[in-house]
């Protein structure tokens, strides 16, 4: 087993990334003073595949568990479904001292942790991580939040877990879609910060679709080292940690505007990291081959970089002008300079943008 440290000072934790390790997330959890009633939250797709790996050691060193289960997809990560865990927790009579599980993918991680930050003003959470994008990216750094109609991930709170479990192996169990989507996320940290992993991802492309487990732990630790570097250095993101966020100001109105429905949160990011690079290369930030560049690695990992036929650009920027990063009215966007290195800019005429966003 590995381990991956973010430094926050008293809210510091680790990532531990190993394989074949979900089994052993109980007896870690007794070195952390819990309450014996805990609950798991997941979905009834993952909870078939690992919640009696992950319940019956916890049961057997006699924690009383609760299990919640939440329906799957984006399109139910809203206030709804932080009521059901609400009303789950307060039945079961959880206190101060219980903690939260999240086992499943992003959504079942995010809406955790925001029920878990407002449950009784804040109890404990753990991040069990199934899917690739969750593993690399969503269970890392304590956002947690949920969906509006209006805009994604726009209602939430900054809330760390006391720590991330990541089990390399219940990749084996997941769709290939969505172990495409996941890779966008780790496409976008080689873009943004590593031009190393950016050319392991090119070199070992066939090594990874087929789940080689050496290839995929590196991807994983890198992800999870590269993240927890920038939140250790800005939690909050007044700065630095705005670079995480590349592809997504496009990407997030894309989902928006689609109902959370037509693509996937990696595709949407795919589609946003190669439209963002297009408009860094048209504001003369970046040359052509390095964008080609990303759209080939996109391209060679079968994500999307076209935009939606069915989506215009006047609903794509009433969409973005509602983001969480929109400041006074201007859209920031995070622009490549060159593989490994990324710039935050504001101010973008709609001409430019609109140029960006043309087949």
Request: hydrophobic content about 40%; aromatic content about 6%.
């Amino acid at each position: 087993m590995e381990t991956v440290r973010v430094e926050l000072g008293e809210r510091s934790y680790d990532i531990a990334i190993g394989t074949g390790i979900l089994e052993g997330l109980g007896e870690k959890l007794k070195a952390f003073g819990l309450s014996p009633r805990i609950a798991v939250v997941s979905n009834p797709t993952v909870f078939p595949l690992y919640g009696e790996r992950l319940l019956a050691p916890l049961k057997e060193s006699g924690v009383d568990v609760l299990t919640v289960m939440i329906p799957d997809g984006e399109e139910y990560k809203n206030l709804d479904t932080v009521n059901q865990i609400y009303d789950d927790l307060l039945k079961y009579k959880l206190d101060r001292k219980s903690a939260l599980i999240a086992l499943g993918g992003g959504v079942v991680g995010d809406i955790t942790g925001f029920a878990a930050s407002t449950y009784m003003r804040g109890i404990a959470y753990v991040q069990a991580p199934t899917t690739l994008l969750a593993q690399v990216d969503s269970s890392v750094g304590g956002k947690t939040g949920v969906d509006h109609k209006l805009g994604k991930n726009m209602i939430g709170t900054f809330w760390q877990p006391g720590l991330v479990w990541i089990d390399v192996e219940t990749l084996k169990t997941l769709p290939g879609r969505e172990l495409l989507a996941g890779l966008a996320e780790v496409i976008k940290y080689g873009v943004i910060y590593d031009k190393g992993l950016f050319d392991f991802l090119e070199v070992n492309k066939e090594k990874i679709l087929h789940l080689d487990n050496k290839a995929l732990t590196h991807i994983i630790r890198r992800s999870c080292e590269i993240k927890a570097e920038v939140v250790s250095k800005d939690e909050r993101e007044s700065g630095l940690r705005a670079i995480l966020n590349y592809g997504h100001t496009i990407g997030h109105a894309i989902e928006t505007v689609t109902g959370y429905t037509q693509l996937l949160h990696g595709e949407a990011v795919a589609i946003g990291m190669y439209r963002e690079a297009v408009l860094s290369h048209l504001l003369g930030f970046v040359g052509k081959e390095q964008v080609m560049r990303i759209k080939a690695l996109i391209d060679a990992f079968r994500l999307p970089s076209e935009m939606p036929p069915e989506v215009s650009f006047d609903s794509l920027l009433a969409s973005m002008q509602l983001d969480k990063k929109t400041v006074a009215g201007q859209l920031k966007f995070i622009l490549p300079e060159k593989i490994g290195a990324v710039r935050i800019h504001k101010g973008i005429s709609e001409k430019v943008i609109r140029e960006s966003l043309s087949p």
